[in-house]
């Protein structure tokens, strides 16, 4: 309920949760270069796979390929 008030208070239209900051921080750590195992570690996945479709990692590596591909 805080964060939902803090949104609203910033005037922001938003659906922000917990679980949005929960996610949010292990994409940035993950930018930030911590291992992927302490990742998994912190929210307890079984594999790597587990951990990267739930921070969508395999869709920015895709984007990354085609946005540095020159032509």
């Known amino acids: 309920m805080i964060i939902k008030e803090a949104v609203n208070d910033l005037g922001m239209d938003y659906n922000i949760s917990c679980h ?3 996610k949010t921080f ?3 750590a993950w930018k930030n270069g ?3 195992a302490l990742l998994m ?3 307890n996945h ?3 796979e587990i ?3 739930y921070l969508c990692i395999d869709q920015d590596e895709r984007d990354t390929v085609f946005l540095n591909m020159p032509l």
Do not use: F, W
């Open 20 to 22: 949005s900051l929960r």
């Open 51 to 53: 951990t990267k479709r």
């Open 46 to 48: 079984s594999s790597y």
């Open 34 to 36: 911590v291992q992927p």
């Open 41 to 43: 570690s912190i929210y």
């Open 26 to 28: 292990g994409y940035q």
